[in-house]
C-alpha cells in the first residue's frame, strides 16, 4: 500500500541547481533509511545518495560535493539538493528504502535534464 510519489524535476542548464522531493504514503517513514536512485538512458538504476535512521549520509562519487540528502521525518518526505548540475546528472530520479531490506514498489520517478 507504500506509495512513493517524487517531484521537483525539470530542464536546467549545466551549472544550476534544483531540489528534489519524495512523498511516502503509508510509511512509517522515520524508521527506515531512505535513498535517492536514478536511472540515465541506457544504463541501470543506482544509488545516488542515502541517508540513515539516525541521519548519516553517503553519496556516490560522481555526485559528492554537489547533492545533499536530507529527510523531515514529521513530514514523510525525503529531499535532494542538487547544485552544480553537469549533463551527465541526466536521469530520472527515484526515492525508495535503502539497506538490505525490500524495496518498496517504484514510483513514476521525476525526470531531470541538465543541457544547453
Known amino acids: 500500500q507504500v506509495q512513493l510519489v517524487e517531484s521537483g524535476g525539470g530542464l536546467v542548464q549545466p551549472g544550476g541547481s534544483l531540489r528534489l522531493s519524495c512523498v511516502a504514503v503509508?510509511?512509517?517513514?522515520?524508521?527506515?533509511?531512505m535513498g535517492w536512485y536514478r536511472q540515465a538512458p541506457g544504463k541501470q538504476r543506482e544509488l545516488v545518495a542515502g541517508?540513515?535512521?539516525?541521519?548519516?549520509?553517503n553519496y556516490a562519487d560522481s555526485v559528492k560535493g554537489r547533492f545533499t540528502i536530507s529527510r523531515d521525518n514529521a513530514k514523510n518526505t525525503l529531499y535532494l539538493q542538487m547544485n552544480s548540475l553537469k549533463p551527465e546528472d541526466t536521469a530520472v530520479y527515484y526515492c525508495?528504502?535503502?539497506?538490505?531490506?525490500?524495496?518498496?514498489?517504484w514510483g513514476q520517478g521525476t525526470q531531470v535534464t541538465v543541457s544547453s
Open positions: 503509508g510509511s512509517i517513514f522515520s524508521i527506515y533509511a
Open positions: 525508495n528504502r535503502d539497506g538490505l531490506g525490500l524495496r518498496y514498489p
Open positions: 541517508i540513515t535512521r539516525g541521519g548519516s549520509t
